[in-house]
Nanobody
Framework: QVQLVESGGGLVQTGGSLRLSCAAS????????MSWYRQASGKERELVAR???????DYLEDVRDRFAISRNPARNRWYLQMNSLKAEDTAVYYC?????????WGQGTQVTVSA
C-alpha cells in the first residue's frame, strides 16, 4: 500500500507563490499517476495538475500558465509550484496517487490567498 503526506500550504498574498510537496511511502513503484487536486469551500474537488508514467502532464486550464507540477525520478515525491496566486486559488489541496488497483488521497493542505 501507499501512504501520502502533503506539506507546504499556508497563507499568501495575491500574486505570491507557494510550493506544495507530496511524500509517498510504501509501494511507490506501483504509482501510475501523480496528481494534485483542490477543493474550495462549497465546490467540488477538481483536478489541478497530473503526471502520468507515460509522460503526459495535464493542467486545469486556469492554472496552466501559473502552476507547475514536478516529481523526482523515484516517483515518491511530487510537487506543485504555484505562482501568481489569486484569491480564487484558495482551497484545500490534495495530492493523489493512482494505480490500476488503488486511488489514494493525502490529508490535504490549506492554501489561502488574501487580497
Amino acid at each position: 500500500q501507499v501512504q501520502l503526506v502533503e506539506s507546504g500550504g499556508g497563507l499568501v498574498q495575491t500574486g505570491g507563490s507557494l510550493r506544495l510537496s507530496c511524500a509517498a511511502s510504501g509501494r511507490t513503484a506501483s504509482i501510475a499517476a501523480m496528481s494534485w487536486y483542490r477543493q474550495a469551500s462549497g465546490k467540488e474537488r477538481e483536478l489541478v495538475a497530473r503526471f502520468t508514467i507515460d509522460g503526459r502532464i495535464d493542467y486545469l486550464e486556469d492554472v496552466r500558465d501559473r502552476f507547475a507540477i514536478s516529481r523526482n525520478p523515484a516517483r515518491n515525491r511530487w510537487y506543485l509550484q504555484m505562482n501568481s496566486l489569486k484569491a480564487e486559488d484558495t482551497a484545500v489541496y490534495y495530492c493523489n496517487a493512482m494505480s490500476s488497483w488503488y486511488n489514494l488521497w493525502g490529508q490535504g493542505t490549506q492554501v489561502t490567498v488574501s487580497a
